[in-house]
């Protein structure tokens, strides 16, 4: 449901940046994009223990604190499941604009929304891209509340996600020194969503972008996408391209988790990311986000087990609420962790 009037009326004020000397900088490397690529991890073997799960973990460490983004191979999602998902996506995208009206909606309070451009008036130009917003935890919706069109699939591909998004928070507990359930007794899971991404094709793609350069503001991200590309990390000044892997997910680190996070005191990171348009699509990715409950008494902040008189704290405490209303007010690709450095 992209709007292409509002795309013509917003094309001049997409490209903030320059564009040349963008182009030039990355070519005066000489370096080219080979040696950018986010690591990819196997996880077969981390229930075995011992040396194996050691080197997972080690291997996380790494990239967490390099790049804020890695992929994962063998993570116990078939490939089936995966497919199944992109497909229900496409199929409730590509739905009757009278039958997804239904569900459109701006209430930051519905379960289940239907939106183009979830920060239409927060940024200066629209994005080549419409979302479907589903709650999944603590709160789900009613199962008849998620569209016919990728019911089922959302309920059992939620299923598995959650399963390793627990996985992943003890790994990542480890990869920072702690026990492996610190991170789960954080509540860092405790309330997760899904965006179920469309990005149509684009007659000129390099008039507008498929989502603005941000950095997610929530714990930590799980990513499927299709085979089409255009997902891109910031990485020493320069856009990485992520190469889709067949079989693979996406991890990313949110600015609620560390450097651009507050619990590692900035020893992880949360890297900027963006998405390209494409004059190839639909391209089709589902994010799966996993926060902190907005309790009023909950405060989340560098972890005291990390801090010593070398590494003192670099944030202040904050709630997740106060974050998200500072996130949301700048508008995407702003982050908001300036506001909480001591």
Request: with cysteine; net charge negative; aromatic share 10%.
């Amino acid at each position: 449901m992209v709007d292409t009037q509002l795309y013509q009326n917003s094309v001049q004020d997409v490209l903030d940046y320059d564009r040349e000397k963008e182009l030039k900088a990355f070519d005066d490397t000489k370096a080219g994009l080979t040696h950018l690529q986010i690591p990819v991890i196997d996880l077969k073997d981390i229930h075995e223990g011992g040396f194996l799960r050691k080197q997972v973990v080690e291997e996380i460490q790494r990239a967490s604190e390099t790049w804020g983004f890695f992929q994962i191979v063998n993570h116990g999602i078939s490939e089936d499941v995966m497919d199944h998902m992109i497909k229900g996506v496409r199929r409730f995208h590509e739905q009757p604009t009278e039958v997804k009206k239904e569900y459109y909606s701006r209430d930051i309070t519905k379960k289940v929304k239907f939106v183009s451009n979830s920060h239409l008036y927060q940024v200066k130009a629209a994005n080549w891209r419409d979302s479907l917003f589903c709650a999944i935890a603590p709160d789900a919706p009613n199962p008849e509340e998620f569209p016919a069109a990728c019911r089922d699939i959302i309920i059992s591909y939620s299923d598995h996600v959650k399963r390793l998004g627990l996985t992943l928070l003890e790994l990542l507990s480890e990869a920072l020194g702690l026990k492996p359930n610190h991170l789960i007794e954080m509540e860092c899971a405790a309330v997760q969503h899904i965006g179920s991404h469309y990005y149509p094709a684009c007659p000129e793609p390099n008039r507008t972008m498929g989502t603005s350069a941000h950095t997610d503001p929530d714990f930590f991200t799980i990513l499927l996408q299709d085979q089409i590309g255009g997902l891109q990390i910031l990485y020493q000044n320069q856009w990485a391209d992520i190469t889709p892997v067949t079989g693979a997910l996406v991890v990313n680190l949110g600015d609620l988790f560390q450097a651009s996070t507050l619990i590692s005191n900035d020893r992880f990171k949360s890297v900027t990311h963006r998405v390209l348009a494409n004059r190839e699509g639909p391209r089709i990715s589902v994010a799966y986000f996993f926060n902190a409950h907005d309790q009023v008494n909950r405060f989340y902040g560098p972890i005291k087990e990390l801090l010593s008189d070398d590494n003192p704290p670099l944030y202040r405490e904050t709630q997740v609420t106060e974050y998200k209303v500072q996130y949301a007010s700048k508008g995407l690709g702003n982050s908001a962790l300036a506001n909480f450095r001591l």
